[in-house]
């Protein structure tokens, strides 16, 4: 079955960890070739921070499925030492509040080297995987730069001539990690995102799918970036394949994260229903939390009530099954028509 998946950080790569650990125990139909997992990654994370640029969603994909990752955090790598993020701070080298360990400083070292050596982003990520073997090919969404920054309140500006709030626009990492998006944020902009073109690779990973997956990754900053790269949201549209989603919101509260903040950003309510909306041009099923199995659906959704607490290795993979399983229903369902 060749799966392609649209991942965003944390939650995302939990989800396809489960996902590689569910396919280990589904032998692939007769005749059908092993599994196949490309992964399209979310590049507007990206930052570039004491000369290194960093690519947050790439990286948690690569080190979680390639057994590097912090397990607790999500993010960066395990068995970290902080040597170099001491002496940054002796030297009074800003910024602090981003922490860079120093095995993952590694990961960036290369990948500056290689960007600055002319290697698209695509290529960079084809290499650092080499050493990885995440056991899914990596793509990023984009190899054009893209960064989302979110606008918010500048409290120490004057308010504009008409009254209005002083604003600054802050890179997305700022938001997250520097103000746990307590500022509100009164716009999120992908910036670079129109004139982007998807990554080689990309578009072919959606039009040759068996099943396209939605993991529970944040539907604005994740999700909603990939699918605003100029041309993926048709070809999802367009793709013969089902698209099949996981609601990162359980009970009107996001998992973890701070997609609530993200979707009040948007004007959307932090519900499964209001997700699934977000995607209703292309959503063939959707998953969700038994207790929001009554929650209004958009039209012709297939809805699935699943646990979908990724708890553990073997709930994940429950899930992805689920996901899987809603998949195969609705492409019999597309077969008998
Ligand atoms: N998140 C934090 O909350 N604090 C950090 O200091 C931090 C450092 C960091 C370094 C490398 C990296 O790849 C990710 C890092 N993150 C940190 C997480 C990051 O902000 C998020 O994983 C994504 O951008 C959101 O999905």
């Not at 092993?34 to 080190?63: F, Q």
């Not at 960064?147 to 009254?163: F, L, N, R, S, W």
């Not at 959503?283 to 607490?309: I, K, Q, Y």
């Amino acid at each position: 079955m060749r799966i392609t998946a649209l991942a965003g950080g944390v939650g995302g790569a939990r989800f396809l960890r489960g996902l590689l650990h569910h396919l280990d125990s589904r032998p692939p139909a007769a005749g059908d070739g092993p599994h196949e997992v490309i992964v399209i990654g979310n590049t507007a994370d990206d930052v570039t921070l004491h000369g290194l640029r960093i690519c947050p969603d790439l990286d948690t994909v690569m080190y979680t499925l390639g057994g590097g990752i912090h397990p607790e955090q999500g993010w960066g790598r395990a068995g970290e030492t902080f040597g170099v993020a001491a002496e940054l701070e002796a030297y009074g080298a800003e910024p602090q509040w981003f922490t860079l360990g120093d095995r993952d400083i590694a990961t960036h070292l290369v990948r500056t080297r290689m960007l600055g050596l002319g290697y698209p982003l695509s290529a960079v990520t084809e290499a650092l995987c080499a050493r990885w073997q995440p056991g899914v090919r990596l793509l990023p969404m984009s190899d054009d730069p893209i960064e989302t920054h979110v606008v918010i309140d500048d409290p120490d500006a004057d308010p504009a001539p008409d009254g209005s709030p002083a604003v600054k626009a802050v890179h997305f990492q700022e938001w997250w990690v520097r103000l746990h998006a307590a500022a509100p944020a009164r716009q999120i902009l992908a910036v670079g995102i129109d004139q982007a073109k998807p990554a080689p690779g990309v578009l072919d990973a959606i039009a040759g799918a068996d099943v396209v997956v939605l993991p529970p990754s944040n539907p604005v900053v994740s999700i909603g970036t990939i699918l605003a790269v100029p041309g993926i949201r048709d070809a999802i549209r367009a793709t013969r394949a089902p698209v099949v989603g996981v609601s990162p919101i359980i009970g009107g509260a996001p998992v973890r994260g701070m997609a609530d903040a993200c979707l009040t950003a948007i004007g959307v309510e932090t519900s499964a229903a209001a997700v699934a909306d977000l995607y209703a041009d292309f959503l063939g099923g959707w998953l969700v939390a038994p207790g929001d199995h009554g929650s209004v659906m958009p039209d012709d959704v297939a809805l699935r009530a699943v646990p979908l607490l990724m708890t553990d290795l073997e709930a994940t993979a429950a899930i992805a099954g689920a996901a899987l399983d809603l998949a195969q229903e609705l492409a019999g369902e597309s077969a008998g028509r």
